[in-house]
């Protein structure tokens, strides 16, 4: 059973681009959990998603962030005209459901350059 | 709102050593609570988690934690560290409960430095 898969694991942008962040969770999970790390910092929860559905934003940036997690495919975190301040690592997590085990299981992570 | 305090930024501890990495948390609700470790470039990985039950929580890699809830701490203890347990440690909570917001509230972490 392959783990949550993120992809790319780095990223490079200019100032003003776009990124996007992929996370392909566990097998049978259908919630995802979108964390970012500066540096030197602990993780800070950004969104959590369902299927089609967003749960809980309270951690995302007003502006500029947008996530979503389609029937079909990955979940996406995207990031527009990014700033050197969006810098970081940001991790995806997925469990099976929010009332088993509690647990989520981390990917390896996008590491995110802003030049 | 929750919050975490990782009260260690960095623990040197010497290989076979006993090592306590200690986890304090604030909270107006019923918690879960988490210990995450991760090595360089990685991701995280769980080492153990209390849900209820017994306040003393056995996880892998031969680590443990005990629950105490007057005291609101949660620290993570081993007897004997292996150079391989360097790595960054992380506390985490969650609110506890059914109905309970999932998302994990870390703390700092914690940078534990095993040396022969």
Same mark, same amino acid.
């Given at each position: 059973?392959?783990?949550?898969? @993120? ?16 996370? #392909? ?14 540096? !030197? !910092? ?32 990955? #979940?996406?975190?995207?990031? @527009? ?22 647990? @989520? ?11 | 709102?929750?919050?975490? *305090? ?48 017994? *306040? ?15 005291? *609101? ?44």
């Amino acid at each position: 059973n392959a783990g949550v898969m @993120q992809n790319p694991r780095h990223l490079v942008r200019r100032r003003g681009q776009e990124a996007r962040l992929r996370c #392909s969770p566990m097998k049978g999970h259908s919630h995802v959990y979108w964390y970012r790390q500066l540096p !030197e !910092e602990g993780l800070k929860f950004m969104v959590y998603l369902q299927k089609e559905n967003i749960i809980d934003e309270s951690g995302m940036p007003k502006e500029r962030f947008s996530a979503e997690f389609p029937k079909e495919g990955p #979940s996406i975190l995207r990031i @527009q005209q990014v700033v050197r301040g969006d810098s970081a690592a940001y991790f995806c997590a997925s469990s099976p459901g929010a009332s088993e085990g509690y647990e @989520q299981y981390f990917g390896p992570g996008t590491r995110l350059t802003v030049t | 709102a929750q919050s975490v *305090t990782q009260l260690d930024s960095q623990v040197p501890v010497f290989e076979e050593a006993p090592v306590e990495l200690r986890c304090n948390y604030s909270s107006s609700v019923s918690v879960y609570l988490f210990w995450y470790v991760q090595y360089p470039n990685q991701g995280l990985q769980l080492l153990l988690k209390y849900l209820s039950g017994s *306040t003393l929580v056995k996880g892998i890699n031969g680590f443990e934690a005990e629950f105490n809830k007057s005291q *609101t701490s949660f620290h993570l203890r081993k007897p004997s560290v292996h150079i391989s347990d360097t790595a960054e440690y992380f506390c985490a909570v969650s609110d506890g409960g059914h109905t309970g917001r999932r998302a994990l509230t870390f703390g700092s972490g914690t940078r534990l430095q095993v040396q022969p």
